[in-house]
Structures are given as C-alpha cells and as structure tokens.
C-alpha cells in the first residue's frame, strides 16, 4: 500500500532562508530542481515543495520497500505542474504521484495508491487525539479502540482494537503543524 505525507510550516521554513545557501541547495536538489528554485518567483515555497514532495515519496518509498530509516534527498527528482497544486517524485524505477495543499501558513503533500482521507491539524499537542476522533466518528468506532504503532522501521499504523485490523498511514510533524494521510480501503 503506497502512502506517504510531509507537512512544513511555512513561517518556520521561510524564515531558515535556505534558497540562499548553495551548499544546501546542492545537498538537497538536482541542478533542475535548483535552477527552478532560484529561478521561481517565491524560491522558499518552490523549495519547500519540492522538499515536501521528496519526503512524501521517501516515506511511500520506504514503507513499500522496507528500508530503513536514511533519506538521500538528491536520489528523488521532482517535476512539478505548472499549477503547482501537483506533481511526480522518482526514484529508481519508482513514481510517485503527489498532491500538494498550499495556504499561506504550510504545504501537505501526500501520495497514495488509494483515496486518502488527510487532515492538517495546528496543534501538535493534541493532533493525534484530534486525528483519532475524527477517524472515529467517520468509521464510527469508539476513540479508544483506536492506538497508533510503529514497527521497527519507525513506519506508523493505526491499529483498531479488538478488530485485528492495522490500517497503514502516514503521519508527519514540522513547526506548529501535524498532519496524517490514511488510505480509504474499500470505501
């Protein structure tokens, strides 16, 4: 099951400016992906997209695959839509579709092989209560039947209680912002 999300909270990431450091620019991105960065009219969103985009598709990556945890970010190239509400991450031999959320405060990207149900929450704190409830009253499951797993890759699922169901999601944390992506199997 492919599923993957990345979250970056725009105040926090602007404010790092890393469109104007050439050495990480070249340990994150291709001389494509850079050329667009510098040449975009907002150069820290079109970076952060692409950022966002390669964490998405490494976390898909790494859950189809089961690797362990060690992103190399300049193995995943990114192509973006000029609408740029989406676009393609590769690696290897791999594509992966990526839908991109942008407001004024974070990017969401995800991708998955199913429809997603995804929410963005701004506290961290409480998200993953948050996240449970609303899973919860959709499915229409009690809050504590639910619990939240990771193997040992550090890959999450969501675990129903007493149902022997583990449902695989994606879960992602930056700044004051967490957001989820979970498949909707048979919906």
């Known amino acids: 099951m492919v599923v993957g999300n990345d979250v970056i909270d725009l105040e926090l990431a602007r404010a790092e400016r890393k469109s104007e450091n050439p050495r990480y620019l070249s340990k994150a991105f291709s001389e494509e992906e850079i050329e667009q960065v510098l040449n975009a009219e907002d150069r820290e969103l079109r970076l952060w997209l692409f950022w966002a985009m390669k964490e998405t598709a ?14 190399n970010p ?12 989406f676009g393609k991450v590769s690696i290897d031999e ?7 959320d942008i407001t004024s405060d974070y990017v969401h990207a995800t ?12 506290n961290p704190e409480n998200s993953a209560t948050n996240y449970i ?6 499915f229409q499951f009690r809050p504590e039947d639910f619990i939240i797993k990771k193997d040992i890759l550090g890959i999450p699922s969501l675990v129903i209680k007493d149902h022997s169901v583990e449902i695989p999601f994606s879960l992602s944390h930056h700044g004051k912002f967490t957001a989820f992506a979970i498949p909707l199997i048979n919906s």
Not at 111 to 122: A, G, L, M, R, Y
């Open 58 to 71: 490494y976390k898909a990556h790494q859950r189809i695959f089961s690797l362990p945890r060690k992103i």
């Open 111 to 122: 991708t998955s092989s199913e429809k997603i149900s995804k929410n963005v929450f701004p």
């Open 74 to 85: 300049k193995a995943f190239h990114c192509t973006l839509e000029s609408s740029e509400m």
């Open 94 to 100: 791999s594509v992966y579709d990526i839908e991109l």
């Open 133 to 138: 409830e609303s899973l919860s009253n959709k």
